[in-house]
């Protein structure tokens, strides 16, 4: 059969026809256990009850009405959202892409409202903050700007993790600050603790906004509701999408009340954006995730799964050199090509996903229990041992 879907994939050579909990059942009955998760977005797991229940009562009442009027939902996710964070008001749209357009625009306008010629945003190398072109240019990743420049103004990028290169690169026009607490698509790599609050700082020292880009480590990833909260600091604007939605198509923008000031009627919007559909599943999300306790494993459940691929490393320094990430965050730096030791799982019935600087990333569901952490740790043991023979 011919395929008409545009060549911006490669797709593995699977169809999965539905999902139960951690895993993923294949057309041909075959069950993969997810530590994928969609790329850190079906957080819940696959046909979570609550999720599932949630979005058949509203697909029966309401699936859209436009923001040209007031909707419920949309309003009980930004407060519940701002309650839980350190924003006063809510942006909500589509994609992490979205979410942080909102962001840079954000900090565009607080300036412009004031007269002030600040426009420049700093971001880090090995950074990723979508596909759109402001992001691209954001970003400044060779292999995903290449073909489509010239790149949009506005953007400085310097080391990851380097303060002073961040407190040199800051000038008069310089409008805000972009980090991702840990690089997901850079390779799983955290910010260090005294970067983020060096960061928080200098951005008060000079007047102007501190923008996190949380769409892949938020809503529970890392074990903290959103990253940023272990280096106990607050941004000003912050981007969020992925797990928020459990799978559905959601992201959101949160930001201060000074920040977000220049954003009058007419200043952004989104057709799609906080549509009733979209805000029951992200206030069915927000159920769970904020239940008691429910953080807490998290963290347990990723220190676990952190000590037992140490364990890997151990065993197969041939194939993984090392183990980093934080929280259900996590990867392997690899020796060999990451692609093949994700072809390699995946062959053994286990989902992960390359990132850049030669890891594999796990980001199984934040249900996962130790004793699926087993059965993957074994196919990924299995996977090493036949790469191993290879070698």
């Given amino acids: 059969m011919t395929n008409a879907v545009m060549k911006t994939y490669a797709p593995a050579d699977v169809v999965f026809d539905k ?91 607080y300036f412009a409202a004031k007269g ?19 992001t691209l240019s954001a970003g400044k990743q060779a292999k995903h700007c290449d073909g489509f420049g010239p790149m949009l103004d506005g953007f400085d990028q310097v080391a990851f993790n380097d303060l002073d290169a961040a407190r040199a690169a800051i000038t008069e026009e310089t409008a805000a600050v972009h980090v991702e607490p840990v690089q997901g698509e850079g390779g799983m790599r955290p910010a260090d603790i005294a970067f983020l609050q060096g960061l928080r700082q200098l951005c008060d020292e000079h007047g102007i906004l501190l923008m996190m880009d949380e769409v892949q480590t938020g809503v529970g990833r890392t074990g903290k509701l959103f990253a940023h909260e272990w280096a106990g600091i607050t941004p000003d604007v912050m981007a969020i999408a992925k797990g928020i939605g459990g799978g559905f198509p959601v ?72 183990a980093r990430g934080l929280g259900l965050m996590v990867g392997f730096e690899c020796v ?28 199984p569901p934040l249900v996962v229990q130790e004793e699926h952490i087993e059965a993957a740790i074994a196919i990924i043991e299995r996977s090493c041992k036949e790469l191993s023979e290879k070698v």
């Fill in 19 to 109: 999902g139960e909990g951690v895993y993923l059942i294949a057309e041909d009955g075959k069950r993969f256990l997810d530590f994928g998760a969609g790329v850190a977005v079906t957080c819940l797991g696959h046909a979570h009850p609550h999720l599932v229940s949630a979005l058949t009562e509203q697909a029966a009442k309401l699936w859209h009405c436009s923001n040209l009027y007031r909707i419920k939902g949309q309003e009980r996710f930004a407060q519940r959202l701002a309650d839980s964070t350190f924003g006063d008001v809510v942006f909500s749209c589509n994609s992490g892409a979205e979410a942080n357009e909102c962001a840079i625009k954000i900090a565009r306008k």
């Fill in 251 to 322: 992201g959101a923008c949160i930001a201060t009340a000074e920040a977000a000031s220049g954003m009058a009627p007419g200043a952004h919007g989104s057709t799609y954006g906080g549509n009733p559909l979209a805000m029951a599943a992200t206030n069915a999300v927000l159920d769970v995730v904020l239940e008691d306790g429910f953080l807490n494993r998290v963290a347990q459940t990723g220190e676990y799964l952190q000590k037992r691929m140490d364990d890997v490393v151990a065993k197969y320094p041939q194939i993984v050199k090392g």
């Fill in 116 to 134: 002030s010629k600040r426009y420049r945003i700093l971001t880090f190398s090995g950074a990723f903050h979508g596909r759109t072109m402001a």
């Fill in 336 to 363: 060999v090509p990451n692609t093949d030791l994700v072809a390699q799982c995946f062959n053994n019935g286990l989902l992960a996903v390359p990132a850049g600087d030669n890891v594999m990333r796990l980001l």
